[in-house]
């Protein structure tokens, strides 16, 4: 198949993570891939594998992630047998890319994804009922297209975020090693629980509500919250930490091009973000072995198994959610093994990237 992903920018969002590995991943399964962006660079631009055709329509980058410049003339000269669309703006051209291939080569499937929890913009909703398919990332996704959308069921298929980060299988004094060498230079001890969370610094990930809450922990409780990442919301987070006397504990390791080591450093994942589908961070904690305790959102249940390896606590319940982390900074060694197995089995790479193959030849015919 000749298979085309479109993405806005290649910026460090999960959502640009999981475009690079399936890209990767369908060529290296044989299929001619291709990866357009509408603006050039990106913090991930290097990890694009050397079997996938990378394209980038604006010729230097205007910063403006909605301008896409000869997308028509693109795609008339890949004529792709089919387009994924990753992304918001990706999904707000979807529309568009129908319109431009559905008379000059009919069979060509254009598939728009569901991964945000966000409202969605009028481009993105008229792009829904154009496209032939619609990829949501998890269940309650779905739902949502459902109930708000009004998409029939049936147009919809659910093929879970295939963890772009799985554990290495090595393990032993090596490991032991490197997790102790990081957390001693972040200040943490054996007697530390190390709370983290991974993500992009956005208003709607709400790191800083993850502060405000690690601030109600009782006195005696030794704790340690690692912000991973970076974006327009660390500056806030980093002078809230400062504010409120929790700078020695609040630590900030800034972009991480491969989190793998903080997983392996910290105890326990945690996640406050208001707009989601389904959390990567969460997925990738889980099968690093980390207990998980996360407030509400769409998709956050099915990240992990909710009163065996975390626990899913309501909006605003701060006393609760801090109840839940010391419950689970204790979580013994087979609660561990469970997220571990849970995780690796249901977002294994291996199984989604097959899922979207198998969904695209059935809606190719080839």
């Known amino acids: 198949m000749k298979i085309l992903l479109i993405q806005d920018h290649l910026r460090s969002g999960g959502t640009e993570r999981q475009s690079v590995l399936l890209a990767n991943a369908f060529a290296a399964a ?7 962006t509408f603006r050039p660079g990106g913090a991930l631009a290097g990890s694009v594998g050397p079997g996938v055709t990378r394209l980038t329509l604006q010729s230097f980058d205007t ?18 047998d089919v387009i ?18 559905q008379d000059r080569w009919p069979d060509a499937v254009v598939l728009a994804t569901m991964r945000t929890g966000k409202c969605l913009p009028w481009r993105f909703r008229r792009s829904l009922t154009a496209v032939r398919h619609i ?31 799985p554990p290495a299988a ?5 490991d032991s090693a490197a997790r102790a060498s990081l957390r001693s230079s972040h200040g943490a001890t054996d007697r530390t629980t190390v709370l983290l969370n991974v ?24 704790w340690q919250l690692w912000l991973a990442g970076d974006g327009p919301a660390r500056a806030g987070c980093e002078a809230l930490s400062t504010r409120l006397g929790l700078a020695a504990r609040v630590k900030f390791p800034g972009f991480l091009r491969d989190p793998s080591a903080v997983y392996g450093a910290a105890d326990l994942a945690v996640h406050a973000s208001h707009s989601e589908s389904l959390s990567n961070f969460l997925i990738e904690a889980q099968a690093h072995g980390l207990p998980a305790v996360a407030y509400e959102a769409q998709g956050i249940g099915e990240c992990f198994l909710p009163g065996e390896t975390g626990a899913v606590i309501a909006r605003g319940r701060t006393a609760d959610f801090c109840a839940a982390v010391r419950h689970y900074a204790a979580a013994d060694a087979a609660c561990r093994d ?5 995780a690796r089995t249901t977002f294994a790479a291996p199984r989604q990237v097959q899922a979207h193959l198998d969904l695209f030849a059935k809606l190719a015919k080839v």
């Open 338 to 342: 469970r997220a571990r197995e849970f």
């Open 30 to 36: 044989g299929h001619a891939c291709t990866l357009l």
């Open 135 to 165: 990829i949501a990332n998890s269940a309650a996704a779905r739902a949502t297209l459902v109930r708000e959308h009004g998409i029939p069921v049936d147009k919809i298929s659910v093929i879970h975020n295939p963890l772009v980060f």
């Open 84 to 101: 994924l669309c990753m992304g918001r703006m990706a999904n707000c051209a979807a529309g568009h890319v129908v319109g431009i291939v």
């Open 63 to 80: 910063r403006l992630d909605w301008y896409a410049p000869g997308l028509r003339r693109t795609l008339e000269v890949l004529q792709p």
């Open 199 to 222: 993500a992009m610094f956005r208003p709607e990930k709400n790191q800083a509500e993850l502060i405000t809450t690690a601030a109600a922990l009782p006195a005696e409780f030794d």
């Open 170 to 174: 090595a393990g032993g004094p090596a």
